[in-house]
């Protein structure tokens, strides 16, 4: 079994178009999952859901997802300045306003996590575990750096043990690594990269019987203009559409006053982080 993962789209149509033509040119995908997080920040929410919907692409919920579905304050998303934070307030209430009832009814009936088993429930194979950000929680981050413990026990919550699979995305930056047996695939994101590359992003994971699962990362270019575009075009904050341009570098997401501006917020310094711990809130208070 070939599973094609795309996460993070965050209301990114262009994005979405070009990875789904990509999976379908080349013939050898035999599932599509989605790992959430389908609206935020982009300008086209409901045209997602309803492309996801069309195709019956089936995936779990996202910080994103089930924030807008249950009209939270917040969308669970972590900022690192008072300028992101001020962005990220605005995307949620443009999404929230954005989101029609019925993608809203839709997102909420998301399910949390998907177990699949490649080679069939009646054999003693191996499972791969989808989720968006960790098996308990959708507001922590798993990057790179994360301790080998720490992916241990994430595996552990999961039920996960040698031979098996934990897929997820969140950080919108892809990575994959082995720990005790265990795969562990960020899948990265297509809407919304935050690893310097503005193409759009997704995960291939093979499953053959008798073999180590393996895992290679995709990029598709796509109209990056007109998904910048459209975001001034819908209200949504300018920075956005730099932020896509850039693949996740926004200079003018940075804190307007002085001490603000000494602490630029890039995101790839929140994925270098080291201090980022699984104990840590994810959401500013
Ligand atoms: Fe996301």
Same mark, same amino acid.
């Given at each position: &079994?070939?599973? !094609?993962?795309?996460?993070?789209?965050?209301?990114?149509?262009?994005?979405?178009?070009? /990875?789904? !033509?990509?999976?379908? =040119?080349?013939?050898?995908?035999?599932?599509?999952?989605?790992?959430?997080?389908?609206?935020?920040? *982009?300008?086209?929410?409901?045209? /997602?859901?309803?492309?996801?919907?069309?195709?019956?692409?089936?995936?779990?919920?996202?910080?994103?997802?089930?924030? #807008?579905?249950?009209?939270?304050?917040?969308? *669970?998303?972590?900022?690192?300045?008072?300028? =992101?934070? $001020?962005?990220?307030?605005?995307?949620?209430?443009?999404?929230?306003?954005?989101?029609?009832?019925?993608?809203?009814?839709?997102?909420?009936?998301?399910?949390?996590?998907?177990?699949?088993?490649?080679?069939?429930?009646? /054999? !003693? *194979?191996?499972? #791969?575990?989808?989720?968006?950000?960790?098996?308990?929680?959708?507001?922590v981050y798993v990057t790179a750096d994360r301790t080998d413990d720490?992916?241990?026990? &994430?595996?552990? =919550?999961?039920?996960?043990?040698?031979?098996?699979?934990?897929?997820?995305?969140?950080?919108?930056?892809?990575?994959?690594?082995?720990?005790?047996? #265990?795969?562990?695939?960020?899948?990265?994101?297509?809407?919304?990269?935050?690893?310097?590359?503005?193409?759009?992003?997704?995960? /291939?994971?093979? &499953?053959?019987?008798?073999?180590?699962?393996?895992?290679?990362?995709?990029?598709?270019?796509?109209?990056?203009?007109?998904? !910048?575009?459209?975001?001034? $075009?819908?209200?949504?904050? $300018?920075?956005? *559409?730099?932020?896509?341009?850039?693949?996740?570098?926004?200079?003018?997401? &940075?804190?307007?006053?002085?001490?603000?501006?000494?602490?630029? =917020?890039?995101?790839?310094?929140?994925?270098?982080?080291?201090?980022?711990?699984?104990?840590?809130?994810?959401?500013?208070?």
């Open positions: &079994m070939r599973y !094609a993962l795309i996460s993070d789209i965050h209301g990114n149509l262009p994005s979405l178009d070009a /990875v789904l !033509a990509g999976i379908d =040119q080349r013939d050898d995908i035999d599932a599509i999952y989605h790992l959430g997080d389908l609206v935020g920040y *982009g300008a086209w929410p409901n045209e /997602v859901i309803d492309r996801l919907t069309q195709r019956g692409i089936a995936g779990v919920a996202g910080n994103y997802d089930s924030t #807008v579905a249950h009209g939270y304050q917040h969308c *669970g998303c972590r900022s690192e300045s008072a300028r =992101q934070e $001020e962005l990220a307030r605005e995307s949620f209430t443009w999404t929230r306003a954005a989101v029609s009832e019925s993608g809203r009814r839709w997102l909420g009936g998301l399910p949390f996590r998907i177990d699949l088993k490649p080679f069939g429930g009646h /054999v !003693a *194979g191996p499972t #791969v575990t989808l989720v968006h950000a960790t098996p308990n929680s959708n507001l720490f992916l241990l026990k &994430m595996a552990a =919550q999961a039920g996960r043990s040698e031979g098996d699979v934990l897929c997820f995305g969140h950080t919108h930056v892809p990575w994959s690594r082995v720990v005790g047996g #265990v795969t562990f695939v960020n899948t990265g994101s297509v809407g919304r990269p935050k690893d310097g590359d503005a193409r759009a992003g997704y995960a /291939v994971l093979e &499953m053959s019987p008798g073999s180590t699962p393996v895992v290679t990362f995709e990029r598709v270019a796509y109209d990056v203009e007109l998904a !910048a575009r459209q975001v001034v $075009e819908a209200g949504l904050p $300018e920075q956005f *559409g730099e932020f896509l341009r850039r693949g996740g570098r926004c200079d003018s997401c &940075m804190d307007r006053d002085a001490r603000g501006r000494r602490a630029i =917020q890039t995101v790839f310094r929140e994925h270098r982080s080291a201090s980022l711990t699984a104990s840590k809130p994810a959401i500013p208070s």
